[in-house]
């Protein structure tokens, strides 16, 4: 069965520190793996997805996440955060043409002026 | 603006008023689901939809009822609400399963 793990509830970095944020999947074969980033009072919104090819990809707002399929997992990074990246931050893992997207806790990213 | 639209985004209501979550896209997308959040738990899979006529059970459909008569409508239906549905709900859709889904802005329901 797939699961997500995050294994950070909560992270406080200072604004323009570089960060950091953990997934670990478990999944039988080549997964789909998606963040989403989730401002307060708002729906999910994608930052970035990984499907195949290239192991490190690039999304959105500048995140980028890496793909180790022997550590088997999906870690979001970016060089220099804004204090507008104060939300929470959702991995989750598909399969193709799957029927559904299994989400990690969520990791709540403060930042700090 | 391709969007997906839930309503009502806040409801108060009582144990076993029956209620119904509307969810309309605009995408013509194949695939419809729902979630809800709760914390700590992050979002789980309530129902999905792969295409008009076509549902199924996620992760946690117990009390809760979807239809799919027309492709841009994923109704959630709550028949006789208890106060542990109380939560946030998400719909979302994408062109085909797998693929990266759009959320609409939530839902939050509580139950009293």
């Known amino acids: 069965a797939q699961s997500v793990t995050q294994p950070d509830i909560h992270i406080t970095v200072s604004e323009g520190a570089s960060l950091e944020l953990r997934c670990n999947y478990s999944y039988g074969a080549t997964p789909y793996l998606f963040w989403y980033v989730q401002s307060p009072g708002q729906g999910l919104q994608l930052l970035l997805k990984?499907?195949?090819?290239?192991?490190l990809v690039q999304g959105i707002k500048g995140f980028e996440a890496e793909f180790k399929r022997s550590q088997s997992s999906f870690n979001l990074r970016k060089p220099s955060v804004h204090w507008s990246d104060a939300a929470e931050y959702f991995c989750?893992?598909?399969?193709?043409?799957?029927?559904?997207?299994?989400f990690g806790q969520g990791t709540r990213l403060t930042i700090n002026p | 603006e391709a969007q997906v639209t839930q309503n009502p985004r806040y409801l108060i209501t009582v144990t076993g008023k029956k209620l119904t979550v509307t969810c309309s896209q605009n995408?013509?997308?194949?695939?419809m689901s729902w979630y809800r959040q709760d914390p700590g738990l992050g979002l789980r899979q309530i129902y999905y939809?792969?295409?008009?006529?076509?549902?199924d059970k996620g992760d946690v459909p117990e009390g809760y009822k979807v239809s799919r008569k027309e492709k841009r409508n994923f109704p959630l239906i709550l028949e006789s609400p208890s106060p542990n549905q109380t939560s946030l709900y998400f719909c979302a859709s994408s062109w085909q399963g797998g693929q990266p889904q759009h959320f609409g802005d939530g839902t939050r329901l509580s139950i009293l």
């Open positions: 939809s792969m295409n008009v006529e076509v549902t």
């Open positions: 990984y499907f195949s090819g290239d192991t």
């Open positions: 995408m013509n997308h194949e695939y």
């Open positions: 989750a893992v598909g399969a193709p043409m799957g029927q559904k997207l299994v």
